[in-house]
């Protein structure tokens, strides 16, 4: 062990990556090496647990590591997660994944906030320009990589991200910030809070943000800007008894554009246009929890959510109502059981004239789902966690995601842990029903080649089997570790096979007509792991690096080699590697750096994609803080992400942005 921390001596640029959040203004340098390990997560078990007794590759971002970060985005915050791959398609636009399967409309990574589910049944996945939320509001973030389905239900295949905002008690007094950059980027944000009789808090917000437009592929102007205006508040009020209640809500409103082809595949005779990406839309949740004088804990949360949204030429309309029952308590002294009931109903309708048509227009979704889980303490050092999801959904009827983990403490700061589970994606509203022309070529004089894109109503669901192992642990007083190996199968991966084919006449030509149908004939293997380590070197200097590593094997049909290329290969790294150094260069000034390299994907240039940023903050005085952000610092006018078919890259440029906060 002390060879292990003498090698690490010398090579300085190995460092910590595990970064579990111990509060907003508590240094990570002060900690000592139990409470590392005994930071609570609830995203896993759907219940608080300790780091050291959870079995799932976890990645938590304190308020702390959100404060230093310079991030304005959420999407930036999770650039820096091991095993989250996040790159930036245009202004408004972003491809978000964990362990593969990226692309602009990423759909095996359940997103929530506050226990609110964000995904959108029409593609399964985040419109991450809607979700823009003010970080200084973010109490911590908590990543799992791997399947979280027998939690949280389907869509949670390969990760679940969960934002838990702070709770209204902690953000009493005035706030303002503003953040300028010389892009053109500006945010504003004004915030208060109070208390609200007894034992009542509450604050309410509004910000407004303007993202300019960056320059497209070919180095034109891209014409993707885009603008938000966001409002919310929270409150929450605890009784004498014990009982506590939340409210919260949020309204928005997207103004942007955005630059594809007017045909849905990189066909001769493709136009670029530029359009409007438009939305509106709000949600209201409440939550009211219970517990007992034997310990039990009852929560009841209901939340309603909607949006308006225009793209890609279609209007589409959703609306969404969800209750959820949940009770954790303890049977006898080894078992510690969770057990829940939901139900949502989803209601979306689609218009507008463009190529993208869904049928029917209108249509109710429903999922039913109960839940199961107990924590099995088998010995004073093991615990072993078995529980199962069962849903019911409108697409494929009764689904069922088990899942069992087991986890081993050796010693106070070791902790080694196994998982095997089963999660499905449901089919969407796109895959079930989508009518969609995807462009028509001249072949010949008198001959013209048109494509269409059918939806199955009688898709299946896509099913995952996976295991993974895992490692973490504090080698030394502000030495530790962290590292996950996994391997998954996945089955009825849904992707275009070949449909009939016809022949249109015209007058003086003929139009051949090959139709592509949505099916379940897809499979793939994926294996990796991440790993990630940090290093407190003294008082002042923080260290953090990770690796993540992923190969992915498929087969599909003939028709759909292409496409399963692009969303796997030529989308997912096979290795990423990032760093981070933190300073204290006084006691008011803090400097942090962030470094990430990875290989460019196929479709881009060659070489490796570098992104390096820089944060300083200024402690100006009680009540002012200033920061100095530098993004993209080394390889300005990078294409990120690769064409998505319809939607146009732009490049990122070098950003510098200054940030002023003042609170009470």
Do not use: C
């Amino acid at each position: 062990m002390k060879n292990i921390v003498r090698i690490l001596g010398r090579f300085r640029w190995l460092a910590l990556s595990l970064a579990p959040s111990l509060g907003a203004q508590e240094s990570l340098a002060d900690a000592s090496l139990e409470e590392l390990l005994k930071v609570q997560v609830t995203t896993v078990s759907k219940k608080e647990q300790t780091l050291a007794r959870t079995a799932a590759a976890v990645y938590v971002i304190g308020a702390e590591e959100i404060r230093r970060s310079g991030a304005e985005t959420l999407p930036e915050l999770l650039r820096w997660v091991p095993g989250v791959n996040v790159e930036q398609i245009d202004a408004n636009a972003w491809a978000i994944s964990i362990r593969g399967f990226n692309s602009r409309y990423s759909n095996k990574v359940l997103v929530m906030i506050d226990g609110r589910t964000v995904y959108t049944t029409t593609f399964g996945g985040v419109f991450w320009d809607q979700i823009d939320l003010p970080l200084e509001d973010v109490e911590r973030v908590e990543i799992i990589r791997g399947p979280g389905a027998t939690v949280w239900g389907a869509n949670a295949v390969n990760g679940v991200i969960q934002v838990f905002t702070k709770p209204a008690r902690a953000t009493r007094g005035a706030l303002a910030s503003q953040s300028t950059g010389v892009q053109g980027f500006n945010r504003s944000l004004a915030q208060y809070g109070g208390t609200a009789g007894s034992g009542g808090f509450y604050r309410s917000f509004a910000s407004w943000s303007r993202f300019n437009s960056l320059d497209g592929w070919d180095g034109s102007e891209a014409g993707d800007g885009w603008s938000r205006l966001h409002g919310g508040f929270r409150a929450d009020w605890q009784s004498v008894g014990g009982d506590t209640f939340t409210a919260q809500g949020d309204v928005f409103r997207n103004r942007g554009h955005q630059n594809r082809r007017n045909l849905f595949m990189d066909l001769p005779g493709a136009a670029m246009f530029n359009e409007p990406v438009d939305s509106t839309g709000g949600n209201l949740l409440a939550r009211w929890s219970h517990t007992s004088r034997q310990g039990a804990q009852t929560t009841f949360q209901a939340y309603y959510d909607d949006y308006h949204r225009i793209d890609l030429g279609t209007v589409e309309d959703y609306r969404a109502v969800d209750f959820d029952l949940e009770h954790h308590f303890h049977a006898g002294e080894r078992h510690d059981l969770v057990i829940a009931v939901g139900h949502r109903a989803i209601r979306t309708a689609y218009g507008g004239s463009g190529q993208v048509q869904v049928d029917p227009a209108r249509q109710v979704d429903q999922l039913s789902s109960a839940f199961i889980q107990d924590e099995i303490r088998v010995g004073d050092r093991l615990w072993l966690t078995a529980g199962s999801k069962v849903e019911h959904n409108s697409y494929t009827g009764f689904e069922f995601e088990p899942s069992l983990r087991l986890a081993w403490t050796p010693g106070a700061r070791h902790t080694l842990w196994a998982a095997v589970a089963r999660a499905i994606r449901q089919p969407t509203r796109i895959e079930s029903g989508i009518r969609l022309d995807m462009g028509t070529v001249a072949a010949r004089p008198g001959m013209e080649i048109a494509m269409t894109l059918s939806g199955n109503p009688g898709i299946r669901s896509e099913q995952v089997r996976d295991v993974e192992v895992g490692y973490r642990a504090q080698w030394a007083r502000g030495l530790s570790f962290d590292a996950s190996a996994f391997f998954s199968h996945y089955r009825g991966i849904l992707a275009p096979d070949n449909g009939p084919a016809s022949v249109v006449p015209l007058p003086g030509a003929i139009r051949v007509v090959y139709g592509l149908l949505y099916g379940n004939s897809g499979r793939a293997t994926d294996y990796g792991g991440e790993s990630s380590i940090r290093w407190i070197a003294n008082s002042r200097w923080r260290l953090m690096a990770s690796y993540s590593n992923l190969h992915m094997n498929g087969r599909l049909a003939p028709a759909a080699a292409t496409w399963f290329r692009t969303l796997t290969e030529d989308n997912a790294p096979r290795h990423m590697y990032r760093f981070r150094s933190g300073v204290s260069l006084t006691r008011r000034i803090e400097w942090e750096q962030a470094f990430l390299a990875r290989p460019r994907f196929s479709g881009g240039p060659g070489g490796w994609h570098i992104r390096v940023d820089s944060n300083v903050i200024w402690r100006a005085g009680e009540h002012w803080d200033v920061g100095v952000v530098g993004q993209n610092l080394i390889r300005p006018g990078q294409i990120e992400f690769g064409d998505n078919y319809w939607l146009l890259p732009s490049r990122l440029e070098r950003e510098f942005l200054v940030k002023v906060l003042w609170h009470q």
